[in-house]
Each structure stands twice: as structure tokens, then as C-alpha cells.
């Protein structure tokens, strides 16, 4: 019997220290982090387009393709030009030096001045778009220490730091933000969008869009 009471205390004592031990573990990562994984690499994205509207006649760009800022993406027909008119203006070209993403039209539509037929990216100069709880947003501050992982690119963890907080929720960027009336008012917690710059890429293969696991470093 003695025996007995000396394995329940024992295990009690086990349970005690592995509560403990949990419980320090929640506390010391909520006072000095702040962890999410609604975070994603995020980048300027440009839209390429023809000056004059007419039928395309070739379309040069890749999907993934690299090209370089002044490089010939499209053409268009020439048909719709004055006598005389410059047929530079039929040629759409990259905007930028970087990294096709996506081809909007294909030869033979018919396309109108101005409409993005190329969507182009510089993937050197992604930022990290960070969503984090409004009730702890005010524990956010400029310069603070990020490490992230990225789902694609597994065994690896990147820095950086904060350089942007946001002036309102993510929601009010919707297409289609939510208004409740008071009848049907459910209260969701809001995030708001944290910019990360990114200081150690070390060549990795960054996309846009790709998630990541974050966790935000609280100064004290």
C-alpha cells in the first residue's frame, strides 16, 4: 500500500511539473512573440499592356520566363495605326526587369489600349505580408526582429524586420467587405496587414503568394 501511494504521488508530482512546464512555455512565447502562420510572401506585381488596341499577333512572353525592363513581351496588329504612326506603339514591352507571372491573353484576340495582357513581378524585392490579431497589434513596432519558414522551401528559416503596419483592418482591402446589420452581427476577430522586409533571402526560392509560419520578435 505504501508502495502504491509512493506511484501516485510520484505521477501526480509528474503531472504537476509537466502542467508547470506547459503553462511556462505559453507564457514565455506569448511576452516575447508574436506567432501566426496568416502570413504569405507578397510583391509588386505589374501589368503590361499595348498603347494602341488591335488584334495580337504574337505573344513572346513565358510563364516563369526571366526578361529584362524595355524587353519586347506582345505585338499587336498595326492595321489600327494612322499612315505614318510610330509602330513602336504596337510593341508592348516589360515594364520592369523580373520574372513573368502570368499570360492574360493569347494571339489572335483582340485586345484594347491599355488592357494588361503580361503580369510581371521582381522577385528580388519581396516582402513578407504578416495578418496579425487586432487585440494584439499594439505590441507591434517598427525595426522588430521577424523569423519566418516558408512551406515551399522546407528546413530553412529567413529573417527580417518590420517596416510597415497598416492603418486599418485587412478586410477593408476586400472587393467585397463585409457590413453587418445589427440583426445578423457576428463578431469576428480582425487582423491587420504587417510588412516584413526581408534581410536574409540568401538566393532562395521566393513566390509570390507562398505561406509562411512567422513569429514576431517583442522588444521589452
Known amino acids: 500500500m505504501p508502495g502504491s501511494k509512493r ?24 511576452a516575447h ?6 502570413a504569405y510572401l507578397d510583391g509588386a506585381i505589374y501589368k503590361a499592356g499595348p498603347q494602341v488596341g488591335g488584334r495580337l499577333l ?11 525592363a524595355g524587353d519586347v513581351l506582345a505585338r499587336v496588329d498595326d492595321a489600327s495605326l494612322p499612315s505614318g504612326g510610330n509602330i513602336d506603339l504596337t510593341l508592348v514591352k516589360a515594364p ?28 528580388r524585392d519581396v516582402y513578407l ?29 529567413f529573417a527580417g524586420r518590420v517596416t510597415e503596419v497598416t ?5 477593408t482591402f476586400s472587393l467585397l467587405p463585409t457590413r453587418t446589420t445589427s440583426g445578423s452581427f457576428v463578431k469576428v476577430s480582425q487582423r491587420v496587414p504587417v510588412k516584413v522586409h526581408i534581410e536574409s533571402a540568401n538566393g532562395a526560392p521566393f513566390r509570390i503568394g507562398q505561406s509562411a509560419v512567422v513569429r514576431i520578435h517583442l522588444r521589452r
Open 7 to 30: 506511484v501516485f504521488l510520484l505521477v501526480l508530482i509528474i503531472m504537476f511539473a509537466t502542467l508547470a512546464a506547459v503553462s511556462f512555455y505559453y507564457w514565455y512565447n506569448n
Open 33 to 38: 512573440y508574436i506567432s501566426t502562420e496568416d
Open 58 to 68: 504574337e505573344m513572346r512572353a513565358v510563364e516563369g520566363s526571366s526578361v529584362a
Open 96 to 123: 520592369i526587369t523580373g520574372v513573368v507571372l502570368k499570360v492574360l491573353s493569347r494571339p489572335g484576340e483582340v485586345v484594347a489600349p491599355g488592357q494588361p495582357v503580361v503580369m510581371l513581378a521582381d522577385l
Open 129 to 157: 505580408t504578416v495578418n496579425v490579431e487586432e487585440k494584439k497589434i499594439n505590441r507591434v513596432e517598427l525595426g522588430q526582429r521577424v523569423t519566418f519558414t516558408v512551406d515551399g522551401i522546407p528546413g530553412r528559416e
Open 167 to 171: 492603418d486599418a483592418v485587412a478586410a
